[in-house]
């Protein structure tokens, strides 16, 4: 198929229509109502996540020049602790070992939980390999323009977006925190998304545009999937 070269003005539109729909959804509170500090919060982190992709994706290629110059040895052994964060073989082996340690020990409400957990995870994860080889966008290893597309491709060139790292930790760390309601424990799942997020750039794996909206995608469908499964319990 033949590559598609689009704009930055239509690239901007296009990825800053997820977050700008999603919060036009949410239906107003009626006149003189005070919305809830939730609903406040949830509205700036998307304003906030909107104009850090739109940042991103004018500094792509800053970005990657810069990682590329500052690269080391002990740069490389820091980043290496991401792969384990971010990907199935350890992420998967890790829910399950929870999940069936919380049931012998009879956990029953950790065990539960560790399900719902374990649920955002595998929708973030089908959504994620859904998305990767439909919009096929280049990796910055190419050597290309960061905004070449080759839409339904098969090879792992054109599959920059989304990263599966980082859907993968934001959609695991979102739900825990999401579960847990702790402070500490909403801080501690940005810094691991973060961590993964900056070693993808580092490693010339994603641009940093991937990275920012692929937080974004987990963390909606972590939130979607969380609210989801609590409703449907609820009504039981």
Known sequence: MKERY???PQIALIVLA???TRMAAQAPAPAGA???????RERAAWEASSFLLATSLVLDERLRAFALAHQSRQLDRLAAGADILGTAGHIVPALVGTYVTSRLLGQDRFA?????VGLAYAASDAVESLLKP????????EGREPLTFRPFSAGGSFQSFPSAHVVHITSLASAVAMEAHRPWMTALAGVATTYVGMQRVYRDQHWSSDVVASGMLGVEIARTTMSWLHAREATR
């Open 6 to 8: 689009l704009r930055l």
């Open 18 to 20: 997820l977050p700008l």
């Open 34 to 40: 005070t919305t809830g500090p939730e609903l406040r």
């Open 112 to 116: 539960a939980a560790t399900l719902r």
């Open 134 to 141: 439909t919009v096929g966008r280049v990796r910055p290893n």
